[in-house]
């Protein structure tokens, strides 16, 4: 009796996953022995331009090339960005960094290196302290020059006032004594 169900043939099936399974270990094995080496994260050594470009205007055709469109353009990732906030994210973010041959791991720093941050630190203060010192005693030399200025100011205009003043009193008593009073309705005599 003959069967028509189709047979399979299982020995033929089996090399064939064996052989798969060891193409699939080759290949992980492959990507094993060369993973990407990353940089750590640093700081960036230049400065962002953000506001070159600002309050300009500029014309963009078809034609016009990406880096010359309307936002900020990274050359790296080659992509454009409408403001600057999310261009500012996009260069701190992950796929940025990874462009940049960078991973997101910062190094960590031994305690000598602490040190001596500490050390340039506190140096850069003092000179700053200096500066600063140095700096304040001419602003303040500044001030009192023109405190005193002020000062003379006021003086002479006060004598001015009172030399007005006195003249003005000698002519309201000239005018009261023409008119036949000494006063408005003050007992009190000068």
């Not at 009193?169 to 003050?186: A, C, L, N, P, Q």
Request: charged share 50%.
């Amino acid at each position: 009796m003959e069967d028509h169900r189709r047979k399979w043939d299982l020995d033929e099936y089996d090399r064939l996953a064996r052989e798969r399974t060891e193409e699939e270990d080759d290949e992980k094995e492959r990507r094993k022995e060369a993973p990407v080496r990353r940089e750590l994260l640093k700081p960036r050594d230049y400065k962002v331009d953000l506001d070159s470009r600002l309050g300009k205007s500029h014309v963009i055709t078809k034609t016009t090339p990406a880096s010359q469109m309307g936002g900020y353009y990274c050359n790296v990732c080659d992509c454009i960005v409408k403001d600057s906030i999310n261009f500012l994210d996009h260069i701190n973010g992950k796929k940025h960094q990874r462009n940049l041959g960078m991973s997101m791991k910062v190094e960590r720093s031994s305690l000598d290196q602490v040190r001596k941050r500490f050390e340039t630190n506190k140096r850069k203060k003092e000179e700053e302290e200096k500066h600063y010192v140095f700096e304040e005693k001419i602003k303040e030399l500044k001030e009192e020059e023109e405190k005193q200025k002020a000062y003379k100011k006021e003086k002479r205009k006060g004598k001015k006032r009172k030399s007005f003043d006195d003249e003005e009193e000698e002519r309201d008593g000239e005018v009261t004594s023409i008119m036949g009073f000494s006063g408005f309705g003050t007992s009190k005599k000068n």
